[in-house]
């Protein structure tokens, strides 16, 4: 099975020139044939064409592709369509155009989606657009396997834009646009699930962050607010001391002994472990 490609043509221009374009690209089988606007010799189709083996039956048609090379330029029809119309394989049955009036109220459009096997068939949107020189041709395409995605314009015959992209990180908008424009919605509703989830990411890691900041911001309030109680708590303590002092309540030497601040104990002496006998050679030796 090959990748599908979503497209959609959009073809403007007078009425009368597009009546005339739809009756070109029609075919018995589809609205829309590519072997109308680049035929392909039939020869390229015949019966053994596209297949391989051995012995007899395989040096056949290994012959048979040899001649349509030499004749045509191509060995077979999918060689033909791949290089000339740009995909493997002509459009089903069923597809059609949408005509109506363009959005400017002067012009008709005709409008078709359709699905191509690996790539768009520019090669035919080229052709047509030298053939029918007073309309233009707009193709958007996207192709979600491989994943690329392009829209070509073409006005009198020229191709004016041409945007293709394969690098989906890069465009990730340009991307969900032409999905849509393309018709492939599930690609495109994809996309949009995948920028939600990122945001979603985005916003639970500035909340976690809000919240941890705010954690540290209330911890640094409350550590200050615990140290602001112990210096009014002291205060408060100081300030009853002196006014029982100055009531009478507290002796002279009483208020003194708590204003003083107490001394530091003295530390121990280190411990002399060498002999008398010791002491007395290092002095003997070094301290004459």
């Not at 740009?86 to 008709?108: M, S």
């Amino acid at each position: 099975m090959p990748n599908w490609c979503s497209n959609r043509l959009s073809v403007t221009g007078d009425y009368g020139t597009i009546e005339d374009f739809l009756k070109f690209v029609k075919d018995e089988n589809t609205d829309f044939s590519f072997d109308k606007v680049i035929p392909c010799p039939p020869e390229l189709s015949a019966e053994g064409v596209h297949s391989y083996g051995s012995g007899e039956t395989g040096d056949k048609w290994d012959k048979l592709r040899a001649e349509n090379q030499e004749k045509f330029g191509f060995a077979t029809a999918i060689d033909h369509h791949c290089c000339m119309w740009g995909t493997k394989w002509n459009l089903a049955e069923g597809e059609q155009w949408k005509v109506g009036i363009d959005n400017d109220g002067l012009h008709t459009k005709a409008e078709m989606y359709f699905s191509t096997a690996w790539s768009p068939p520019i090669g035919v949107i080229e052709a047509l657009s030298l053939k029918f020189t007073d309309l233009d041709f707009i193709l958007n395409f996207f192709e979600g396997g491989v994943v690329f995605c392009g829209e070509m314009v073409w006005s009198d015959g020229d191709l004016v834009v041409d945007e293709q992209y394969d690098d989906y990180e890069k465009y990730p908008d340009r991307f969900k646009e032409l999905a849509y424009e393309a018709g492939d919605t599930c690609w495109a509703e994809y996309i949009e699930e995948q920028e939600e989830e990122e945001e979603e990411e985005k916003f639970k890691a500035a909340s976690e962050k809000a919240l941890e900041e705010s954690d540290a911001y209330n911890a640094g309030v409350k550590a200050g607010k615990e140290i602001q109680a112990k210096i009014k708590e002291a205060q408060d303590q100081s300030h009853d001391e002196i006014d029982k002092f100055l009531m009478g309540k507290m002796s002279k030497e009483e208020f003194l002994a708590k204003e003083k601040p107490s001394k530091p104990k003295p530390k121990p002496k280190p411990k002399i472990t060498a002999s008398k006998e010791d002491l007395k050679q290092y002095h003997k030796e070094f301290m004459p």
